[in-house]
């Protein structure tokens, strides 16, 4: 340590706390450790009056350090704010101790001890992470000048920031000005409105803030947030900028319907897709394509490929939509037209709902729930659609002059594969290397540097969604945020809020790395790690592992930071086998001081010895779960220890293997959930510390310890009702094991 520790011991006797525990005692047991200054019961500790008290005792005392024992880190957060140089530690003494116990009980004081004496031992190795100093870049770049695109750069500039807008085409607008007319955009949500991409792209070349680069495509997007050193080829020439922030809004490609030969397209020429009716409305002619003559029949056919595991297996949201606008325009160049609509379900969701029933009430258009069966075109052109499973409980046929199949939506970045399974242009990286698996293979649209991969990483069916629950934008690749259908398929009012969103958040990371600070899941923290590179043996564990690309590395495998990409998560902490990489709030370091802080009883100690069971507790689902379930006053078993981790993947197999060899007679960890009904706020933290417990359960083999002490579950956060069960069996479970044999060396 840098300085000399003088610690402060906090406990707050309110909330129950104080009946719980003999808090006179806490304080005498605890005034002898360890660079201890001053311990202090206080009632009115989480009051405003009490934070004051302790700032004038930090004042007066020269206090470095503090320890307070009172409720849930979780509350309070704003209260208790001190000097950035002063360590501070919550130790939660409520929920934890007074609300999960039984008062009076040797067993829930000695619970309380323990905990304060972790705390301690905490700050007492704690050292402020000072900010990262950087000079940040505040221009945004926009990566397509579609709906998504251009909404997204105004909103930056409105916000007082730089954008440049890139687009490959010769023109701003993408699919918007192929529009004829676009669904209704506001009360009553009756009537469709014109289309107004000039208006839009008028609005975006006349804005002093955004610089717009057509005929552009990236070439190398270097760098991490605040820095991104980005080299584009525009016009036939190269050209370099920097920007803090992206927002890639590449928009989407139609379904190839090509690929839909069961439903005619390609063998009649009377069947085309909901693209080709919208150029035909746009130019002013809706005729048959075989011979140009006038409609009288059209048949819709919804889903056409989608929702089809051989096809597209999603809905794209606004192929409903897009039908019931084109019946309007049938009928507005033939009044007398029939026209029918097929669906597997039509969705029409919130106001639209009132546009799907002004619809349906036209006269001479019949929507009807139904398989289409077949297709078949006569000698004559005329064209056959048969329909099964129809709400009118029959099967139906059609004649029809023209039939408009509702292709779906791909994604910009999704790449068709060749016929052995790879991308058709998958992308070389620097040194030969490809791109990995974590993005979608081929996709070559912002060209990042990452070792992980040339562009963004994908969720299902090659969209580059939010990567977080309840957080949309957010992707894996700190810095750059997705928006519009590039993102999910979506229409074009939900693609204008969409960008809104993704631009305030390039904003915010701007802010943020100006201030040396992380964005979501742990926002504000100026924490960052650092490796001690003279022990690195280019395992290459922390590069792979890590779900952010935080992590480049030379050509021998040593990693090579970027602070700005990094989340926090520690996730290349747990990674480690050499134990190299550290925070300064947050280290193996810090942890092991920690356990070693913990009392184990022996049986020479209290006659049984007394189990003792550590635990590593999430705190993103699992320790909000804690304190949710301690409302309750649910009783778990008062052997536990608990310790708070920032992601169950920062979880260093070395603590589990030191405390069982330490005596702990059993361990026991929670993570979120992962996989596809749940997700890591880490991405895959949780689905990395169980892959690891394979290592833990061959150290205990070379231990010679039962497998049953070590346990590692997963929680939604709305599964917190389960907690005290998962632990107290496991609590019986030890019981029946018996003592570790090593609590007595």
């Not at 004649?399 to 242009?425: I, R, Y």
């Not at 943020?512 to 280019?538: E, I, Y």
């Not at 050509?555 to 989340?567: H, Q, S, V």
């Amino acid at each position: 340590m840098a300085d000399e520790r003088k610690v402060g011991l906090y406990i707050c006797s309110a909330f129950g706390i104080g009946e719980a525990v003999d808090c006179e005692k806490l304080k005498e047991d605890l005034a002898g450790q360890e660079n201890v200054a001053l311990v202090k019961v206080m009632e009115n500790l989480c009051t405003k009056a009490g934070v004051e008290e302790v700032k004038k005792d930090i004042a007066e005392n020269g206090l470095n350090a503090v320890v307070i024992g009172a409720s849930s880190p979780r509350y309070h957060t704003e209260l208790f704010r001190f000097d950035k140089h002063v360590m501070l530690d919550r130790v939660n003494l409520r929920e934890q101790v007074a609300w999960m116990h039984e008062a009076g009980d040797i067993n829930t004081y000695n619970m309380a001890l323990d905990y304060m004496k972790m705390g301690l031992a905490k700050v007492n190795v704690m050292e402020y992470p000072e900010p990262l100093e950087l000079d940040i870049n505040e221009t945004v770049m926009v990566v397509g000048g579609g709906v998504a695109g251009m909404n997204a750069a105004i909103a930056a500039s409105k916000a007082d920031y730089h954008v440049i807008l890139v687009e490959k085409e010769d023109k701003l607008g993408g699919f918007y000005n192929k529009l004829y007319k676009t669904t209704p955009f506001g009360e009553p949500y009756l009537d469709l409105q014109p289309n107004r991409s000039e208006e839009l792209i008028a609005e975006v070349k006349s804005d002093k803030n955004i610089q717009v680069l057509l005929n552009t495509t990236i070439k190398k997007t270097d760098g991490a947030p605040g820095m991104y050193d980005i080299t584009a080829e525009h016009k036939g020439s190269n050209i370099e900028f920097q920007v803090g922030a992206i927002v890639q809004a590449t928009g989407w490609k139609p379904y190839d319907a090509n690929k839909l030969g069961h439903l005619g397209y390609g063998e009649m020429k009377n069947v085309v897709t909901n693209i080709e009716l919208e150029e035909m409305a746009k130019n002013g002619v809706i005729k048959k394509p075989s011979d140009d003559s006038n409609i009288k029949t059209v048949v819709f056919v919804q889903c056409a490929g989608s929702r089809d595991e051989n096809h597209l297996p999603y809905c794209s949201g606004f192929c409903c939509m897009t039908s019931l606008k084109q019946s309007l325009y049938v009928r507005e160049k033939y009044p007398d037209a029939r026209i029918f609509v097929i669906y597997k379900d039509m969705r029409t969701p919130a106001q639209y709902e009132s546009f799907y029933k002004r619809v349906q009430a036209a006269d001479n258009i019949f929507l009807t729930k139904g398989e289409i069966a077949n297709i078949a075109e006569n000698e004559n052109g005329e064209i056959t659609v048969d329909v099964d499973d129809t709400l009118i409980g029959e099967n139906i046929s059609i004649s029809a002059d023209l039939v408009v199949l509702a292709t779906g939506m791909v994604p910009s970045t999704k790449v068709e594969e060749n016929g052995n399974g790879q991308a058709a242009d998958e992308a070389e990286l620097e040194d030969g290397k490809k791109a990995a698996a974590g993005a979608e293979a081929g996709a070559q649209i912002l060209q990042l540097t990452y070792r992980q991969g040339t562009d963004l990483p994908t969720l299902k069916y090659g969209f580059p969604d939010s990567h977080y629950i309840c957080f949309p934008y957010e992707t894996r690749r700190t810095g750059v945020y997705a928006a519009g259908t590039v993102r999910a398929p979506m229409d074009i009012m939900t693609a204008k809020n969409d960008a809104y969103g993704a631009a305030l958040k390039a904003i915010q990371i701007i802010e943020n790395a100006k201030q040396g600070q992380a964005v979501h899941p742990r926002s504000g923290d100026t924490s960052f790690p650092d490796f001690f590179l003279q022990r690195c043996t280019q395992c290459k564990r922390c590069t792979e592992e890590c779900p952010f690309g935080t992590l480049d590395e030379d050509a021998k495998g040593t990693p090579k930071p970027n602070p700005t990409r990094c989340r926090r998560c520690g996730i290349c902490m747990g990674a480690c086998p050499e134990r190299i990489i550290s925070f300064k709030n947050y280290s193996v370091r810090m942890i092991s001081n920690m356990i070693k802080s913990i009392y184990v009883p022996t049986e020479e100690d209290d006659g049984e010895a007394t189990p003792r069971i550590l635990c590593f507790m999430c705190e993103n689902d699992a320790y909000p779960s804690l304190d949710t379930i301690a409302k309750s006053r649910a009783q778990i078993t008062p052997n536990i220890r608990i310790i708070p981790v920032r992601c169950l993947g920062s979880v260093n197999t070395s603590w589990i293997a030191d405390s069982l060899s330490a005596g702990f007679d059993g361990v026991i960890l929670f993570g979120c959930k992962y996989g596809d009904d749940y997700q890591c706020h880490f991405i895959h933290g949780s689905m990395l510390a169980n892959k690891r417990m394979e290592n833990v359960q061959e150290k205990l083999k070379q231990l010679v310890l039962e497998p049953e002490r070590v346990e590692l579950h997963m929680l939604a956060i709305d599964e917190y009702h389960k907690l005290p069960d998962i632990i107290n069996n496991f609590a019986e479970t030890i019981d029946e094991v018996g003592p570790n044999p090593y609590k007595e060396m």
